[in-house]
T-cell receptor, first 114, second 115 residues
Framework: DVKVTQSSRYLVKRTGEKVFLECVQD?????MFWYRQDPGLGLRLIYF???????EKGDIPEGYSVSREKKERFSLILESASTNQTSMYLC?????????????FGSGTRLTVV | AQSVTQLGSHVSVSEGALVLLRCNYS??????LFWYVQYPNQGLQLLLK??????LVKGINGFEAEFKKSETSFHLTKPSAHMSDAAEYFC?????????????FGGGTRLMVKP
């Protein structure tokens, strides 16, 4: 069964810490995505990547960066966590050119910044 | 650019009643359309998708959706709601941009099922 795995389900970090959220997929997908989800705001795209070492900003990239050194792994980095980054973070992947396929999502990481 | 509108951020039905979750899209080209479900504290799971074959699409857990081009709609239905259907539902459309083959998501509809 195909899988997108996010390393942590729940995470609590302190303000100012550098935070890494890891996402690994086993489907050899070219495209990977990071979203955050907040009540009333739906899913908002932070960054996406369509190939190794490639990245594109989404709708809300401020305060975040990403890394994609290997095809299967896409990391989201909060350089200096702030309380307004408390949220549910969702990783997703999709095969390149597979416009008739949806995304496969991970289980999500609920991050609390205190 | 494509967009998706889900009418009603919250829908409440009684157990056994019909479920109808509305989704309208805008697209300049024939779209691919998707419905996802999200249970509390989990990721999104694909319920069903429309990819230009049959306009009535059947998905998991007894859900189905009908693509109506004239109405630019892709509403999700289930004849009889079950308590386990309580979740958030997202409609999405495929956007063939230059990179990433993006999905555009609607704002979501939270379905509540009353006993």
């Amino acid at each position: 069964d195909v899988k997108v795995t996010q390393s942590s389900r729940y995470l609590v970090k302190r303000t100012g810490e550098k935070v890494f959220l890891e996402c690994v997929q086993d489907m050899d997908h070219e495209n990977m995505f990071w979203y955050r989800q907040d009540p009333g705001l739906g899913l908002r795209l932070i960054y996406f990547s369509y190939d190794v070492k490639m990245k594109e900003k989404g709708d809300i990239p401020e305060g975040y960066s990403v890394s994609r050194e290997k095809k299967e792994r896409f990391s989201l980095i909060l350089e200096s966590a702030s309380t307004n980054q408390t949220s549910m973070y969702l990783c997703a992947s999709r095969a390149g050119g597979a416009v008739n396929y949806g995304y496969t999502f991970g289980s999500g990481t609920r991050l609390t910044v205190v | 650019a494509q967009s998706v509108t889900q009418l009603g951020s919250h829908v409440s039905v009684s157990e056994g009643a019909l479920v109808l979750l509305r989704c309208n899209y805008s697209s300049s080209v024939p779209p691919y359309l998707f419905w996802y479900v999200q249970y509390p504290n989990q990721g999104l799971q694909l319920l069903l998708k429309y990819t230009s074959a049959a306009t009535l699409v059947k998905g998991i857990n007894g859900f189905e959706a009908e693509f109506k081009k004239s109405e630019t709609s892709f509403h999700l239905t289930k004849p009889s709601a079950h308590m386990s259907d309580a979740a958030e539902y997202f409609c999405a459309v495929s956007d063939q941009t230059a990179a990433g083959n993006m999905l555009t998501f609607g704002g979501g509809t939270r379905l509540m099922v009353k006993p």
